[in-house]
């Protein structure tokens, strides 16, 4: 499968608190994007990083890429109960149109 | 407007039924995408249209029948279903293949 994983799986904090989660991918990417999807709903694009970026920012997100491990990471500061989704990573398949989502993470953020 | 619009919403069907899903976008976008997602799990592509054109099929059963009568809609017929196949339908439109993919809301099916 040319699925990848986030870890963790689900994450439990507290209002104000920072939320990290993590994404592994498998195959050479173009651009690799993050999701949010609050439960049984469409997903929402939140952030787009391209193969030749390390670092990005969007507001209250933060986003890592390292080609060389094929990992990233998503960084949500000082969060808030409406937060509350799951995550999930996509990559491009480098240059189709094949974006594949990984495993996801899901975000609990008590008030 | 950055809308894609699905139809229905919800759905139940039979095994030996026939149904459409509809999907609409005004956007430009010149990618329509299907992807199907199970519950607690992530979407997974069934199929990609590009340019009106079918360009990715993920080796959907054919019971899944997709269509792209213009650049603007995007439908999945559906026949002889399983009850496995309940699960949300998502379509989703890009501009290019670089870009963000904008998704609606979904139409859940389920099938009896």
């Known amino acids: 499968s040319q699925q990848g994983e986030e870890d963790p799986q689900a994450l439990s904090i507290q209002e104000g608190e920072n939320a990290t989660m993590n994404c592994s991918y498998k195959?050479?990417?173009?651009?690799l994007q993050w999701y949010r999807q609050n439960s049984g709903r469409g997903l929402v694009h939140l952030i787009l990083i391209r193969s030749n970026e390390r670092e990005k920012h969007s507001g209250r997100l933060r986003v890592t890429l390292d080609t060389s491990k094929k990992s990233s990471s998503l960084l949500i500061t000082a969060s808030r109960a409406a937060d509350t989704a799951s995550y999930f990573c996509a990559t491009d398949g480098s240059g189709t149109y094949k974006y594949i989502f990984g495993t996801g993470t899901r975000l609990k953020v008590l008030a | 407007d950055t809308e894609v619009t699905q139809t229905p919403k919800h759905l139940v069907m039979g095994m030996t039924n026939k149904k459409s899903l509809k999907c609409e976008q005004h956007m430009g976008h010149r990618a329509m995408y299907w992807y199907k997602q199970k519950a607690k799990k992530p979407p997974e592509l069934m199929f990609v249209?590009?340019?009106?054109?079918?360009?990715i099929n993920e080796s959907v059963p054919s019971r899944f029948s997709p269509e792209c009568p213009n650049s603007s809609l995007l439908n999945l017929h559906l026949h002889a279903l399983q009850p496995e196949d309940s699960a949300l339908y998502l379509c989703?439109?890009?501009?290019?293949?670089?870009?963000?993919?904008?998704f609606g809301e979904g139409s859940r099916l389920t099938v009896l």
């Open positions: 195959t050479s990417i173009n651009n």
């Open positions: 989703a439109s890009s501009q290019n293949h670089n870009g963000e993919l904008f």
């Open positions: 249209y590009s340019y009106e054109k079918l360009s």
